[in-house]
C-alpha cells in the first residue's frame, strides 16, 4: 500500500519548451505531497509544498512562475517546468505523506534539457 | 532551521565488513522526526527506517541497525556483513513536526556513497 506514481521518468525537451511532472497517489488520498529536485551527484532539496486546492508553498530560492504546481485532486500533483533552460536539467521526484507514517516517494524523473 | 549532516562523502569496503554510516542532525523542534533512506542507481528512494524524537530505543532489522543519541543528535546507521548489493547512496533525513500536527517536508543531508567491493 501507500504507492506513489511518477511520470514520465525520463524526459529530454528543448530549451524554450515546457514540461510537465505527474505525481499520482494510487491507494490512498494525498493532501499534500512534496516537489525535490537532485542534481548529479548532491542532495535531494525540497522545492515546494503542495496543498490539494490552494497554492502550493515554495522554498526560498525557487522561482514559483518557472515551477509550476498544480494539486487539483486528492491523487494528483502536477510539476510543470516552464520555458526550460539547460540549467534546469535535473532529477525530480515527488512524495507524499503516507497514511502509514512517514513518506512515500515516486521513481523520479529525469529532465534533460538540450 | 533544521539541518542533517553526513560528513562520510564515500565509504569504500570489502565485503562481509561492517560499516556504520553517520548522521548528525540539527533542529530547535522537540518533536521531530528521522528518516534512513537507500538510493540505488537507479535514482529510487527506498525507505530503510522512520524513527520519531520521542523513541530513542535503537533498532536492528536483519542486518541493518541503527543507533539514536538524542544527547548527542545522532542518528547513525550500520550495517552488518555487508553485501555488494548494499552499494547505494544513503540519506539521511529530518522532518519537523507543525503545531498543528502536520508534518514538514523531508531535510536531508548530503548523502553517503557506500561501496562494497567483493
Known amino acids: 500500500g501507500a504507492v506513489v506514481s511518477q511520470h514520465p521518468s525520463r524526459v529530454i525537451c528543448k530549451s524554450g519548451t515546457s514540461v510537465k511532472i505527474e505525481c499520482r497517489s494510487l491507494d490512498f488520498q494525498a493532501t499534500t505531497m512534496f516537489w525535490y529536485r537532485q542534481f548529479p551527484k548532491q542532495s535531494l532539496m525540497l522545492m515546494a509544498t503542495?496543498?490539494?486546492?490552494?497554492?502550493?508553498?515554495?522554498e526560498q530560492g525557487v522561482e514559483k512562475d518557472k515551477f509550476l504546481i498544480n494539486h487539483a485532486s486528492l491523487t494528483l500533483s502536477t510539476l510543470t517546468v516552464t520555458s526550460a533552460h539547460p540549467e534546469d536539467s535535473s532529477f525530480y521526484i515527488c512524495?507524499?505523506?503516507?497514511?502509514?507514517?512517514?513518506?512515500?516517494f515516486g521513481s523520479g524523473t529525469r529532465l534533460t534539457v538540450v | 532551521a533544521q539541518k542533517v549532516t553526513q560528513a562520510q562523502t564515500e565509504i569504500s569496503v570489502v565485503e562481509k565488513e561492517d560499516v556504520t554510516l553517520d548522521c548528525v542532525y540539527e533542529t530547535r523542534d522537540t518533536t521531530y522526526y528521522l528518516f534512513w533512506y537507500k538510493q540505488p542507481p537507479s535514482g529510487e528512494l527506498v525507505f530503510l527506517i522512520r524513527?520519531?524524537?520521542?523513541?530513542?530505543q535503537n533498532e536492528i532489522s536483519g542486518r541493518y541497525s541503527w543507533n539514536f543519541q538524542k544527547s548527542t543528535s545522532s542518528f547513525n546507521f550500520t550495517i552488518t556483513a555487508s553485501q555488494v548489493v548494499d552499494s547505494a547512496v544513503y540519506f539521511c533525513?529530518?522532518?519537523?513536526?507543525?503545531?498543528?500536527?502536520?508534518?514538514?517536508?523531508?531535510?536531508f543531508g548530503k548523502g553517503t556513497h557506500l561501496i562494497i567491493q567483493p
Open positions: 503542495s496543498n490539494e486546492g490552494s497554492k502550493a508553498t515554495y
Open positions: 524513527r520519531n524524537s520521542f523513541d530513542e
Open positions: 512524495s507524499a505523506r503516507s497514511p502509514l507514517g512517514g513518506y512515500t
Open positions: 533525513a529530518l522532518s519537523e513536526e507543525y503545531s498543528g500536527g502536520g508534518a514538514d517536508g523531508l531535510t
